[in-house]
């Protein structure tokens, strides 16, 4: 269970950072409120998701799918550059969250 609230946890990440790209290209009420629910239910979550796993793991993991997840977004919705060296370096922070959860 707990590793479920941390995958959510960092998909809600993933929605506060496009809430702050919402309120920097828009700054409306919405912006705001996607901001202040996405990052509201991911630390929510991933405080949960800490009662069981080692905080270490939890917040690598957490940052990791936070992480790709942002740089996904920012490509596909935004139109940052897909250069190959991104699709790497993304990649390996993939296989390093995958890794810790692997050991655990």
Known sequence: MAWIALIIAG???VLGVIGIKQVTLRGNLAAYGLLGIGFLCSFSLLTF????????????????IGTVGSALVGM????EPKEWRRLVFIA????????LKLIH
């Open 11 to 13: 998909c809600c990440e």
């Open 49 to 64: 998701a800490m009662t069981t796993l080692p905080m270490g793991t939890a917040y690598a993991v957490w940052t990791g």
């Open 76 to 79: 596909f919705l935004y139109k």
């Open 92 to 99: 390996i922070i993939l296989v390093a969250s995958v890794g």
